[in-house]
Every structure is written in structure tokens, then in C-alpha cells.
């Protein structure tokens, strides 16, 4: 449906935005552009839009290249940020509106039946009457999507849509935007900086830094196979734990363990692991305390309670750790305790980033 092809912004003062950015949307796939501020998502989403023009690359819906086509001809629903509701429409003019000028024109009688069957899908028919102005953010937010779905765009664009709802809003919208396009079977990209929300609703994450993808995948494959030291970083939460290592002769060590190399699942990890400098990604659920040996000990400095879990801080050497345990493992401040690696779980980066195992 779309293919995003060597696509290269640079800005008016130099400054280049996006390197050589390749990626394809399959049809009514929820696809989110993941990355941290000024990666260069919503370059991509305004270069997709038309509002920008690519330096180099092409952009293509359905085999055809648009990069030369007008926005307004591009059948794209476009969400912003802040909405941009018209704040001296009611809500019902706010979504007619589209239908009421320029070549989306319809007859008022369709209309008025196109607006209604998409207020009843997000649920908005009672707000009506209403001015933006005195909705709360996620009903400016509905407002916004359903005024984007009446004009039948192939093609919905959402930047960082729940970025100004509070914290429990921001779950129950992201699941009413997912089931939303899905009952509509509209292609969406939808541009956050929040890990978990990407990883919640997306069916592929493309997950950008500095302006290059980083990974192009399914949800589940930037947590369990990050491509790279960058991608175990940014997905997960707490953030996977980093530890210099150096191998020698089937023994890797730290300044605080020593352990052979053979115990890492063999298919990942190979006995004959080239010797060198590496740094060893384990995430907090995969070093755990442990009552028999263990790979070195340590003493937990503090506690979270989060939910079902507790999360122990701890510090090996100069490296600060965490571990993900159970709220049934009442371990205290101050514990001293042996802890193990999930050895195979375990990712292997080369001091450049670049993930070996
Ligand atoms: P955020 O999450 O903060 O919105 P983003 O990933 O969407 O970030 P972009 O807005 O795409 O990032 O910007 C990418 C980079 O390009 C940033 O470093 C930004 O400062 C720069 N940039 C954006 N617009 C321009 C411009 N018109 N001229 C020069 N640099 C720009």
C-alpha cells in the first residue's frame, strides 16, 4: 500500500533530517513510527502527507509515486497533534465540514448520513452540539479522528494523537483508536515516542534514530530480537540492563563474575565466541535471585513496587542493575543476595552497538 523508498530529508539550513529511509505498509496494517524526539518522525509523516518535499527517495501508494501529487489530492485523513478542531463549530459541523467544500463535496442529505455513521463509531453523537471548547482532550480527540474517516482517505496519519491525554485516557483511547481502524480497515500510521504504547496497539513498529531506521518488525520481535544495542535500549521497561564483558578463551567476565561462555543456549552463543570486548544486554526479568550458586552476589539498595511486581536495584561493580521479581518475593532493603542470568535470554552487542548474539 506504501512504500517509503531511499527517502532523504535535508532542511533549508543544512540539517539532515532523514538518511536513506526505507519501509513498506502492508494494506489496513496500524503501523506506528517509533523513535525518540527528533528522530525524524514526523518528518516522514508530513513528507508522506505532502506538506514537505522529499530532498531524494520517492514515496509510493499503491505502486504509484505521489512525492509530485498535492496534498489535497493524496487521500490522506490527517490528525494533528492539537487536533485543529474549528473551535466556533459544534462538534457535528466540525465533522461535516469536509463534506461541505472543496471536492469532497457531498449533497447535504449524504452528508449528514456519512457524518452520522462515523459519529456512532467513535462513539461521539452525543457530544453534537457541543463546542470543541468544551470537550475534554479525548473527545477533541474522537472529534478529530472521525472529522479525518468521513472524507474516506485511504490513508490515516496520527501524530502523537494521545500525547495530551493524561495517563488512564491514554489507555482507553489507544484501544478505541486500535479497534477503530481495524473495524474500518483504514491504513494508519500513527507516530509516538512512547515504547509501550507503539508496542500495544501496532501490528509493525518502524523504530527510527537520528534519522535511520533502526528496525522494521513486529512488536513482539523489537523486545525479544532487537536488531541492535539502540533498539534492546528503547524498547522495554525498566530498560535492559548493560554490562561491559570482555571473553577470553570460553570465559566471559566482568569485574564482578566470570562465567563459561558454553552456558549461553548454544545456538545463540557459541562456545568458540571470538575473544574481545562486547557488552552483554540482559533485561531485569532475566537476572533473578537465586537460593543455590550463582553468577555473582549482591546487595539490593531499593525497592519498587510496581503492580504485580517488585523491581530490586542493585549494583555490580560500576554497573547499576535491575531485577524484575514477583510482589509474592517479599525481599527487603539491604538484602544480600546471589543472583543468576536467564543465560539464554541474553543479547551480545560489540562495543559499536552492532548485536552478534
Ligand atoms: P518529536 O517527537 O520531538 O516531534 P520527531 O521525531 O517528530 O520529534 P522531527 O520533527 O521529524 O522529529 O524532526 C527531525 C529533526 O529535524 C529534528 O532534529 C528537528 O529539529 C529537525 N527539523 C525539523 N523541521 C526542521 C526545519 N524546518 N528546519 C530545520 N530542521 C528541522
Redesign the pocket.
Known amino acids: 500500500m506504501i512504500e517509503v523508498i531511499d527517502l532523504k530529508k535535508v532542511?533549508?539550513?543544512g540539517?539532515e533530517?532523514l538518511k536513506s529511509v526505507n519501509f513498506t505498509i502492508e494494506k489496513g496494517d496500524l503501523v506506528c513510527l517509533l523513535?525518540p524526539?527528533?528522530?525524524?518522525?514526523?518528518?516522514?509523516l508530513n513528507l508522506i502527507a505532502g506538506l514537505l518535499s522529499p530532498s531524494d527517495g520517492d514515496i509510493r501508494f499503491a505502486g504509484n509515486s505521489v512525492v509530485k501529487t498535492e496534498p489535497k489530492d493524496r487521500n490522506i485523513g490527517f490528525v494533528f497533534q492539537n487536533y485543529a478542531l474549528y473551535p466556533h463549530m459544534t462538534v457535528f459541523e466540525n465533522v461535516m465540514f469536509p463534506l461541505t467544500v472543496g471536492d469532497k463535496k457531498k449533497p447535504k442529505a449524504e452528508a449528514m448520513a456519512i457524518a452520522e455513521k462515523y459519529m456512532e463509531l467513535t462513539n461521539i453523537g452525543e457530544l453534537r452540539n457541543k463546542k470543541p471548547g468544551t470537550l475534554s482532550g479525548g473527545q477533541q480527540q474522537r472529534v478529530a479522528i472521525t472529522r479525518a474517516l468521513v472524507q474516506n482517505p485511504e490513508v490515516l496519519l496520527l501524530d502523537?494523537p494521545l500525547s495530551n491525554l493524561d495517563a488512564r485516557l491514554r489507555l482507553k483511547i489507544r484501544e478505541e483508536i486500535r479497534r477503530l481502524v481495524k473495524e474500518v480497515g483504514i491504513t494508519t500510521i500513527f507516530?509516538t515516542?512512547d515504547q509501550e504504547e507503539a508496542l500495544s496497539i501496532s501490528d509493525k513498529i518502524i523504530l527510527?534514530n537520528e534519522?535511520v531506521v533502526q528496525q522494521d518488525d513486529d512488536p513482539q520481535n523489537l523486545y525479544l530480537e532487537p536488531a541492535n544495542l539502540f533498539v534492546a535500549q528503547f524498547i522495554g521497561n525498566p530498560i535492559i540492563n548493560i554490562l561491559p564483558v570482555t571473553v577470553k578463551d570460553g570465559v566471559m567476565s566482568h569485574e564482578e563474575f566470570h562465567v563459561p561462555t558454553s552456558r549461553f543456549a548454544e545456538d545463540r552463543f557459541k562456545e568458540d565466541m571470538p575473544d574481545g570486548s562486547y557488552i552483554l544486554g540482559i533485561r531485569p526479568e532475566d537476572v533473578l535471585p537465586v537460593a543455590g550458586e550463582g553468577a555473582f552476589d549482591a546487595t539490593v539498595h531499593g525497592v519498587e513496587l510496581i503492580g504485580r511486581e517488585r523491581i530490586l536495584n542493585f549494583e555490580i561493580g560500576a554497573n547499576h542493575l535491575k531485577s524484575i521479581v514477583s510482589i509474592e518475593n517479599e525481599i527487603q532493603e539491604g538484602a544480600e543476595l546471589t543472583f543468576d542470568f536467564a543465560y539464554p535470554k541474553a543479547f551480545l552487542f560489540k562495543p559499536d552497538g552492532t548485536r552478534i548474539y
Open positions: 532542511f533549508e539550513n540539517y533530517a523513535g524526539s527528533g528522530c525524524g518522525k514526523s518528518t516522514i502523537e507516530v515516542h527510527l534519522g
